[in-house]
């Protein structure tokens, strides 16, 4: 029996974050990227696509490969958004994701 796409998500998803612990940004990012393409596969209503754009996009963001992180914030913005309203809470957590990226370019 293998491994299901739920479980290779779960697992992606805590090396990522194990890295990220770590300061190990860039392992950190190829954990949260291999998470995304797994998340891919759920389609676009499932939450840990958006979960996953934006653990993603903080890797990147954390090893000061902004425009990257930005692409991918601004991606879960605009599934959250479709999928909630622009006005629910998850998408305040991308909008907030987002102005942090930019707070840390000094892009005010």
């Known amino acids: 029996m293998g491994i299901s796409g739920r479980e290779l998500w779960d697992m992606y998803t ?4 194990s ?3 770590l300061r190990n940004y860039a392992d950190a990012a190829r954990m949260f990227a291999a998470a995304l393409q797994v998340a891919e596969g759920f389609g676009p209503t499932d939450p840990r ?5 934006n653990n993603l ?3 990147l963001q954390l090893a000061r490969r902004y425009d990257e992180a930005e692409a991918l914030y601004r991606r879960a913005i ?3 958004a ?6 629910h809470p998850d998408a305040a957590v991308c909008l907030a994701n987002l102005a ?5 370019q000094h892009r005010h």
């Open 14 to 17: 805590t090396s990522g974050k």
């Open 49 to 53: 696509l958006g979960v996953s754009l």
């Open 19 to 21: 890295f990220l612990h």
């Open 78 to 80: 605009e599934l959250t």
């Open 57 to 59: 996009a903080h890797a």
């Open 100 to 104: 942090g990226l930019y707070q840390a």
């Open 82 to 87: 479709r999928k909630h309203g622009p006005d």
